[in-house]
């Protein structure tokens, strides 16, 4: 067995890393198949975590800083782009589609661009593949957005948390037959 694998075994019994990532797996059919409802339960957690960061915020202000009208613009940015997310959570979906849009073309151009570099060593193609797919994926979230955003949001997260599950699965079935 792996020595990496062995050490992580021994923090983590294996009933507790299969049963977890059953929890993965299941977590993300849910994402597959219900993706809307996986997109606002993002925007409803985002919402409520800046809100909560914003009262953290707010707390040292008050305690520190109370004196400076400049400080309190952060706790105030924080807990009402929170409160407006909370309100209207597809405008929260919709802004989170938007950043995947810019990540996917970013990540897209620089796939290619190091395909490109790398041409014509081995797996340049693979790059390719992967560049273009990414900008394919920005073009599906950039062309139907902000409609889109509600169902691929929550498609991605649950086709990442069951690869996630998959994984870790595997991991902790290959560690007890060792």
Do not use: C
Not at 22 to 50: D, K, N
């Amino acid at each position: 067995m792996n020595q990496s694998l062995k050490i992580i075994m021994k923090r983590q019994s294996r009933k507790t890393v299969i049963a977890i990532s059953i929890l993965l797996l299941l977590a993300g059919i849910v994402g597959i198949a219900l993706p809307q409802f996986v997109s606002l339960a993002l925007g409803w957690f985002v919402g409520w975590l800046l809100i909560i960061a914003g009262a953290m915020i707010f707390y040292i202000t008050w305690h520190g800083f109370r004196e400076r009208l400049i400080v309190w613009l952060k706790p105030l940015v924080l807990i009402s782009i929170g409160l407006f997310i909370l309100f209207y959570p597809i405008v929260g979906v919709a802004a989170l589609g938007l950043l995947l849009v810019i990540y996917f073309l970013l990540d897209g151009f620089a796939g290619i661009a190091f395909a490109w570099e790398l041409r014509p060593r081995d797996g340049w193609g693979w790059l390719m593949f992967n560049g273009v797919l990414s900008l394919l994926l920005a073009a599906v979230f950039m062309f139907g957005w902000p409609f889109t955003s509600a169902w691929l949001v929550g498609l991605l997260v649950g086709i990442s948390l069951f690869i996630d599950g998959l994984t870790l699965l595997m991991l902790g079935l290959a560690a007890t037959e060792s």
